[in-house]
Nanobody
Framework: QVQPVESGGGWVQPGDSLRLSCAASELSSTFMGWFRQAPGKEREFVAVISWSVRRTDYADSVRGRFTISRDDAKNTVYLQMDSLKPEDTGVYYC??????????????????WGQGTQVTVSS
């Protein structure tokens, strides 16, 4: 079973960039996603990437600013975050999708979650 471990969070100023990493025991044929949760809000979808053709999808709020990628040789998924805004603040979680699906953006289709890494965007 894929067990994600996130890293790379921190405090940055608006307009800055940050790259999150998600190391997994194995990526195999699993689609992987990033979610985030702001204080007092529900966890929300950020980005997802499939395992074969590298199909991707993004939440409207981050499209054009964030880029998800994966390096299966390193069993690592990345989230490059540019032009960060204060509303991007939250705990970012990496998650592995269910093995019988190819691709999904629904939170219920992700079965293995990391502990999360805090991202704070503030001046």
């Amino acid at each position: 079973q894929v067990q994600p471990v996130e890293s790379g969070g921190g405090w940055v100023q608006p307009g800055d960039s940050l790259r999150l990493s998600c190391a997994a025991s194995e990526l195999s044929s699993t689609f992987m996603g990033w979610f985030r949760q702001a204080p007092g809000k529900e966890r929300e979808f950020v980005a997802v990437i499939s395992w074969s053709v590298r199909r991707t999808d993004y939440a409207d709020s981050v499209r054009g600013r964030f880029t998800i990628s994966r390096d299966d040789a390193k069993n690592t998924v990345y989230l490059q975050m540019d032009s960060l805004k204060p509303e991007d603040t939250g705990v970012y979680y990496c998650a592995a999708g269910r093995s019988d699906f190819y691709f999904s953006v629904r939170i219920q289709d992700f079965v293995s979650w990391g502990q999360g890494t805090q991202v704070t965007v503030s001046s």
